[in-house]
């Protein structure tokens, strides 16, 4: 989606933004302090309020907070989100949805 002549995020994505923001940056952002990773972090949540926000935002974002995220979390996240896509694809086959093509 083109919005003001940059390659804007769509919903989906803000959400993931969004969520991203609330459930991971919030648990490690007092250990930024004046660190080069927060001034990008600063630039990337000002071009989110001014709807300028772009997928490449989200990836360096995202990259940033796994560098404060500690291994455990990071184990016990995986594994959480292998299981919603295990248990969401089971709903979608057993659902009649898309079966795998031998």
Do not use: C
């Amino acid at each position: 989606m083109i919005k003001n002549g940059i390659d804007s995020v769509p919903d989906y994505g803000i959400v993931f933004f969004d969520n991203v923001v609330k459930l991971d940056y919030t648990l490690f952002q007092s250990k930024l302090s004046e660190s080069d990773d927060l001034t990008v972090i600063n630039e990337i949540l000002e071009r989110r309020k001014s709807g300028e926000l772009r997928w490449n935002d989200i990836a360096t974002f995202d990259l940033i907070v796994l560098r404060y995220v500690d291994l455990a979390t990071l184990k016990r996240k995986v594994k959480s989100m292998r299981e919603t896509f295990a248990a969401a694809t089971m709903n979608l086959v057993d659902a009649g949805g898309p079966r795998r093509q031998d």
